[in-house]
């Protein structure tokens, strides 16, 4: 499948994408890392842009968990990790077959209806902590088109982590679900050598964002960090709505 990599607005969306992902890992725990994807898919088909991200991912993963590898709480991740390694699974058994525009819709729906209640009942906000659900809904979207941050961010609002603690847990998880990627995105072979060197290409990109996004989070107390946590879930949240609906 022919694509055009050498068009100058290819280029332009990509490392914007790449950067504010960049940005949204290391500083705001991937809430709007979402937006490479699509930024990517409206000039190349989806499935060359999953895959050229998921290298740069990694990269940006080993970054991220060297920043806040000490912060990261070993009882969320031992809640949340089972859950998204089986959402991983299921996204690997249904890849090609489940329409990307539904899922997009729903993970957008979904991130924007939780970011934007500021009241919940106590029974939403038990089912806000129901880790099970929260890590298999982001394991399968990380898996279909690296949406795992939305959902896993309402689960994370629900739990009320502190800031670096978010951050480090975030970091960590992140890390061993792009790797487990590896496995089902080889087993639907979807890596191409040219898509490898355009990720190459990205990674000089991808470090600027991680710094970026590292030197933007010290500026922010915990509070400040939550709020703009549910301003990054409803922005991916909409972007994915729009991409479902018109692209």
Not at 1 to 16: R, T
Not at 80 to 96: E, K
Request: proline share 4%.
């Amino acid at each position: 499948m022919s694509a055009p990599f050498d068009s100058l607005l290819f280029w332009l969306l990509a490392v914007i994408g790449v950067i504010i992902t960049g940005i949204s890992k290391s500083g705001f725990a991937g809430g709007a890392g979402v937006l490479a994807v699509p930024l990517m898919a409206l000039v190349i088909p989806l499935p060359m842009a999953t895959v050229i991200m998921l290298p740069v991912l990694l990269f940006m993963d080993v970054k991220t968990i060297h920043i806040y590898r000490k912060h990261a709480s070993l009882e969320t991740l031992k809640r949340i990790v089972p859950a998204a390694l089986a959402g991983i699974i299921l996204g690997g058994l249904v890849m090609g077959m489940l329409s990307n525009s539904a899922l997009e819709l729903i993970t957008g729906g979904i991130s924007i209806v939780f970011a934007s209640w500021q009241q919940v009942s106590g029974t939403l906000r038990r089912f806000q902590q129901a880790g099970w659900f929260w890590g298999v809904v982001s394991g399968l979207t990380s898996t279909l088109i690296h949406a795992g941050g939305p959902p896993i961010n309402v689960y994370f609002l629900g739990r009320e982590l502190a800031k670096l603690q978010w951050l480090g847990t975030a970091a960590v998880l992140f890390g061993v679900m792009n790797l487990v990627k590896v496995v089902p995105y080889s087993l639907n072979g979807f890596w191409e050598v040219r898509l490898l060197w355009i990720a190459l290409a990205m990674v000089p990109a991808a470090w600027v964002g991680v710094q970026l996004g590292h030197t933007i989070q010290k500026r922010f107390d915990g509070e400040t960090f939550t709020r703009m946590c549910r301003v990054l879930l409803v922005v991916s949240g909409t972007g994915l709505v729009i991409k479902g609906l018109f692209f």
